[in-house]
């Protein structure tokens, strides 16, 4: 299973989030909106400028910018 | 019988869990708003009546989370723990979740727990939870959280006197719950931490001074404890941190699985989520073309509305105006009272109530968007380009109404949850050529630019250059304070994305009633204030010119409609050298030094600082001070005798020299163009900001900026 991050998921995909990459404010902000290790999201899609994106997770959906999307590790599910 | 004080319960939760929609159903009576210093948010406070006991109740701003990183932010936490002195600490707290997205919604449920209030959970959209097929046991549930959950549909006002009920004995049981608890390493450091503090702080407040990496706790008790602190929470961080844990995710994972295991057994899940009609609506609201389309032929018509109602409205005030000051006239003898309540009274007034159908519809129609969850989809297709200005997507809107007017635009901005981009969208929202600069552009385009130029093309494309410099202008300067004065990290753009739902019309109404009003009451008095003050400086000292003005009146009464031209000629004669020597035209000539690298002579000075007010001002003060009275520049005879007056006036003592070049009327049009000269919009920062010093900051660097265009415009200008 490739190990990626979450800003290069494709559209319909879904993943799971392996980890994090690195210890500040904006991982805080990510976790408390519910993305941590061994949650599945899904990539619903991306704004049309190609930024941000918007994702699927604990019965809701969440939109974040690529580059905080860039902080979290992934596995995509088959 | 002693009077007990009536008890206070606060409302906190997510954003979109109807947490208003319930405020409003439960508190009926006695609204009104809270402010409090160094603070920008508001809460709203109100009443409500359970079985004859009354209970004050307190609506706390939506937040995902309790982890403070501003004043603002900060704000919740305080009035929760009783810190402030203003208010007790709440005998109750009711968190309002929404039932189809309970794990995040509990997150700050959690948070509240600790802060030792006893819980009332309010669990809204029941109804939205069971069309996506999940059942949730409420009994289970609140045994496993250890709070009573009352179920209810804020929309449709169900479940509200079991909510009251439940909060009522939630404050006589006077119970706090148990919320998660942290691993006993962390403990031990929370521990060792309250040893150094001298003062006694809160549990939660020792946690968030350890968890918040230059959060607001950390700030302010690192101020008042100095270096010690600070090293000990340095230290305290490296010890976790080396014993392997990530001290961003501590929280979380701690909240978050308390969470999963309280809640496991209590919801059932449909195997296959159904395809929802949210879902089916997003996949064309935010697809590349169709949602791109739909969003600019929404914005559009936005702009096109709130830009169209302004000239009836006007249309309607000026009919108004003018039916007073003709009762006036005939009921009083001319004298200070007289044109105090003509030109102070009547018009402020005017420039207050001219406002307000503007705000209305521009919140009405905010109101839909973010009641039907569309705001959001705007906010994401937005958010790209906005973000190159440093600001986010949510600053599109304000941005683009304060095309219209900047006073809507700016009140707009509390869309914006993040405060500094907030400040940035509010201090930069008055760059945008908005529709009281026209009347200016209008008259000095047409009365000194050859309508010949350019093909025919030179009118629209000056307007089209002035309206570039502000949309130029406005993301540059938003990208300076961004990386200066309100310079800071990076605000986390998480937005959810709610789900679509039919917007209510109460609602709706409501906050377009509220921000109208709001304006009135806050905003209102200092604009009124502001014009009375004006017409004062403008009107004083009179010497004798109000009395030979009304002998010439009288003597022009018998005369024919003919026969009237040199008697109005006379009156406007004796109005210009009124206004020259009355305290403001005094002021204009001391300031004409500083003027005349702009080009300007001090007539056009005295314009300009009469027309601080607002700048539509700046148009009657000419049509006085160039001797053709004030009259409406909509009309032709008017707007002819206007044209000619400035295209023949000279600088004084040269009558070879004439005072309007194409240098000068351009300076004066970029000088407009990029001033903050409207009270309007200086009251409604004031408002918005809860501080004079941003109001004063915007107007000087306005001002600044204004000085520096006009003055290259006009130097640049006069080079060809």
């Known amino acids: 299973m490739p190990t990626m991050t979450l800003d290069q998921v494709q559209k319909n995909q879904s993943a799971r989030i392996e980890g994090f990459i690195g210890d500040d404010v904006v991982l805080q902000r990510l976790m408390e909106m519910g993305l941590l290790e061994d949650e599945v999201i899904e990539v619903i899609g991306f704004a049309p400028l190609g930024d941000p994106m918007e994702i699927r997770l604990r019965d809701y959906r969440l939109s974040l910018r690529r580059s905080e999307a860039a902080r979290v590790r992934v596995a995509i599910l088959p | 019988m002693i009077a007990t004080p009536t008890p206070t319960v606060a409302l906190v939760g997510n954003p979109n869990t109807g947490k208003t929609t319930l405020f409003n159903a439960l508190a009926s009576m006695n609204q009104r708003v809270g402010n409090y210093p160094g603070v920008t948010v508001e809460t709203k406070k109100g009443r409500l009546k359970h079985c004859d006991t009354a209970i004050d109740i307190i609506d706390l701003p939506g937040t995902y989370s309790l982890a403070p990183r501003s004043p603002d932010e900060m704000l919740t936490v305080n009035l929760l723990l009783g810190h402030d002195t203003a208010e007790p600490a709440p005998d109750a707290v009711i968190t309002i979740l929404d039932a189809s997205n309970l794990e995040r919604n509990l997150y700050l449920m959690t948070q509240v727990i600790e802060l030792g209030r006893p819980v009332v959970v309010a669990l809204n959209m029941m109804d939205v939870a069971l069309s996506q097929g999940l059942k949730i046991d409420v009994a289970k549930l609140s045994q496993r959280l250890g709070v009573p959950i009352v179920p209810i549909q804020a929309n449709k006002g169900i479940g509200l006197d079991p909510l009251k009920a439940a909060v009522s004995q939630a404050i006589l049981d006077h119970q706090p719950a148990a919320g998660p608890t942290f691993s006993e390493a962390f403990e031990r450091e929370i521990t060792r931490l309250r040893e150094i503090l001298t003062s006694s702080e809160p549990n939660y407040l020792l946690r968030r001074l350890l968890l918040d990496v230059g959060g607001h706790t950390e700030k302010t008790l690192t101020e008042k404890h100095g270096a010690t602190l600070a090293n000990a929470v340095a230290s305290a961080r490296q010890r976790l941190i080396a014993s392997g844990q990530v001290l961003a995710g501590i929280e979380a994972r701690v909240r978050y699985a308390w969470i999963r295991q309280a809640i496991a057994g209590c919801i059932e899940r449909p195997a296959v989520r159904p395809v929802s009609m949210s879902d089916r609506l997003d996949r064309i609201l935010t697809h590349r073309f169709w949602g791109t389309t739909i969003f600019l032929s929404v914005m559009f018509l936005l702009f096109v509305a709130i830009f169209q109602i302004a000239s009836p409205a006007k249309w309607v005030l000026d009919l108004g105006r003018a039916q007073l000051a003709e009762w006036i006239v005939s009921a009083l003898d001319p004298g200070p009272l007289r044109s105090l309540l003509i030109d102070g009274v009547i018009k ?55 095309l219209a007017c900047a006073v809507p635009g700016i009140m707009a901005a509390r869309v914006i949850e993040n405060t500094r981009d907030r400040l940035a969208t509010i201090l930069v929202a008055p760059l945008m050529s908005c529709s009281a600069r026209l009347p200016v552009y209008s008259l000095l385009t047409v009365a000194l630019l050859p309508a010949e130029a350019f093909g025919g093309l030179i009118h629209p494309l000056v307007m089209f250059c002035l309206y570039l410099l502000g949309l130029i202008l ?108 009355s305290i403001l035209g005094q002021a204009g000539k001391w300031i004409e030094p500083v003027v005349r690298p702009l080009g300007w002579d001090w007539r056009i000075g005295v314009a300009a600082l009469a027309s601080f007010p607002a700048r539509e001002v700046m148009v009657g003060t000419m049509g006085i001070l160039f001797a053709q009275g004030e009259g409406d520049i909509e009309e032709d005879e008017y707007r002819n005798d206007m044209n000619s007056a400035i295209r023949d006036a000279h600088w004084p003592g040269e009558p070879d020299r004439k005072l309007f070049t194409i240098p000068v009327a351009l300076s004066v049009m970029v000088f407009f163009a990029l001033c903050c000269q409207c009270v309007s919009t200086l009251a409604a920062i004031r408002r918005e900001t809860n501080s004079w010093g941003w109001p004063l900051f915007t107007f000087v660097y306005m001002t600044v900026l204004a000085y520096v265009g006009a003055f290259i415009t006009y130097q640049v200008g006069s080079l060809f």
Not at chain 2, 355 to 384: H, K, N, S, T, V
Not at chain 2, 392 to 402: D, E
Not at chain 2, 548 to 575: F, H, S, T
């Open chain 2, 474 to 581: 406005a993301p540059l300067i938003a990208l300076i304070l961004k990386s200066t004065l309100l310079r800071g990290e990076t605000p986390v753009f998480v937005m959810e994305m709610p789900l679509y739902k039919m917007p209510s019309f109460w609602t709706i109404w409501r906050r377009s009633w509220e921000s109208g009003w709001m304006f009135l009451r806050r905003a209102g008095t200092f604009i009124f204030a502001t014009m009375v003050l004006v017409w004062a400086a403008l009107y004083f000292p009179t010497r004798d010119f109000e009395h030979r003005i009304a002998v010439i009146e009288v003597e022009m009464e018998g005369k024919e409609n003919d026969e009237k031209k040199p008697y109005e000629e006379k009156i406007n004669e004796l109005q210009a050298e009124w206004k020259q020597q």
């Open chain 2, 348 to 402: 402020g007034v005017g420039a207050v109530v001219v406002f307000l159908p503007q705000i209305m519809l521009l919140f009405a129609i905010i109101a839909f968007l973010e009641d039907c969850g569309y705001m959001a989809r705007a906010a994401f297709l937005m958010d790209r380009l906005m973000a190159r200005a440093g600001l986010n997507g949510k600053s599109f809107i304000p941005l683009l109404s304060s």
